[in-house]
Structures are given as structure tokens and as C-alpha cells.
């Protein structure tokens, strides 16, 4: 008994350094792609990744549960709403560059999206597929299905490799937007590391200056959005 109780004490000491070593690189500028397939248990990624690591949260959204079924591959779900100014998709945006949008999905799991986390692209049904997260100076891609053929058949497509390497490049790029992305209605976010700052104000070229909320992130960090 005293060995079975070192080992889940041991377990659970080592799944939360894990964790808390996963937040600490994201949150100082690392990034992170995470694919659900069928070993993932919901309620262990809701625990671990979101609720027992407070502000330093990883997951952009709570998992709710598995839909589906890639067995029978009865139904099969598609790409829309695919956000195609994001840098992971901007390419499938001229012809010829191929369509994310004929993939199949048999097998998914169902998330909610968190307040100020961007959903880029959805089931042909509405639900979320692919959720993104700015993390203190890093960020966190959350997708719906494996990366693998056994949940969907995008590993057979032309389009998986591309989405990839733009996913890669982006988020290696440098931090922010450029000037040539900042289009009307497109989500700003921006990580301060001044400790002493006490408001941020926004200056438009034209009209009243206003200021912004902040947030406090994890690490010290504080983060706002418009």
C-alpha cells in the first residue's frame, strides 16, 4: 500500500512540474500545437491544463466531449468558416493553393472556446474545429481531430502539409502583426512586461484617445486586447 501511494504521490507530483514547465515556455514565448486523438481524457486536459495552473492556463478551451464515430465513417463533417486572414490559412486564399474545406472529419471532440481565445476555423455543423490562444508571449493552437488518418482524412490531402508549415512560420515570426495584416475588425493583442503600468491608451489617427482594460496573465505579464 505504502509503495501504491508513493507512485500516484510521485505521478501527481511529476504531471503538475510537467505542466507548470509547459505553461512557463509558453508563457515566455514559446508555442504549442496540440492534436486530440483518442488517448485524450477530457477531464484530466480540463484538471491539469486549465484549472490547476489558474492565469498560467495552456488550453484555449475546455474539451466537453467525443463526437463521432471514424469506424463506421456514417458522417463526415468539413472545414467552413476557416478564418483565411490568420496566417495558417492566408494561403488557401488564392486559387490554386487548394481548399482546407473538402477535408472529412469522422471524429472530433467538442470544445468551448475560451472568451479570448480566436476560433479559426469550424465543423460543418458550427462547432468549433481549430482554437487559437495568445499564452503571455507565446501561443496555443488547439485542433478539434488527430493529425493522422484515423480521425480524418486531411493526412491525405493535399493542404495538411501547407497548413502546417504556415502554422510553424507564423508562429515563429515576430511577435504582433505587421502593418500590411492590421485590417478593420481584426483582434489586436499585445503583452507588457512594465510592472508599474497603470493604464494603456489608444491613440486612433483620428478622434478621442481611449483607454484600454488590462489583464494580468500569468508570470507577471499583462495583456490587453482590442
Known amino acids: 500500500m505504502m ?52 492565469g498560467s492556463y495552456l488550453l484555449p478551451a475546455r474539451l466537453v466531449k467525443r463526437i463521432g464515430n471514424s469506424v ?32 472529412r472529419i469522422f471524429e472530433f471532440y467538442q470544445m468551448e472556446a475560451n472568451n479570448s481565445a480566436f476560433v479559426l476555423g469550424r465543423l460543418s455543423h458550427g462547432l468549433p474545429a481549430i482554437i ?11 485542433i478539434s481531430f488527430t493529425a493522422d488518418t484515423q480521425w480524418s482524412d486531411w493526412p491525405l490531402k493535399p493542404t495538411l502539409l501547407p497548413f502546417l508549415h504556415q502554422v510553424v512560420l507564423g508562429m515563429l515570426g515576430k511577435h504582433g502583426l505587421g502593418c500590411d495584416s492590421l485590417l478593420p475588425g481584426i483582434p489586436v493583442s499585445v503583452v507588457l512586461r512594465e510592472k508599474g503600468l497603470s493604464k494603456v491608451v489608444l491613440q486612433p489617427p483620428s478622434g478621442q484617445a481611449q483607454e484600454l482594460p488590462i489583464r494580468r496573465e500569468g508570470s507577471g505579464l499583462l495583456n490587453f486586447s482590442t
Request: proline share 4%.
Open 3 to 54: 509503495i501504491a501511494f508513493l507512485k500516484i504521490m510521485f505521478d501527481i507530483w511529476r504531471w503538475d512540474s510537467l505542466t507548470a514547465e509547459l505553461s512557463h515556455y509558453v508563457l515566455s514565448g514559446g508555442n504549442l500545437v496540440v492534436f486530440l486523438g483518442p488517448g485524450v481524457d477530457p477531464n484530466w486536459y480540463n484538471l491539469h491544463l486549465i484549472d490547476n495552473l489558474g
Open 132 to 142: 487559437e490562444e495568445r499564452r503571455g508571449e507565446g501561443r496555443v493552437m488547439l
Open 72 to 103: 463506421s465513417k456514417a458522417v463526415g463533417y468539413q472545414l467552413t468558416d476557416l478564418d483565411l486572414g490568420h496566417p495558417a490559412f492566408k494561403l488557401f486564399n488564392q486559387e490554386g493553393n487548394g481548399d482546407p474545406g473538402k477535408v
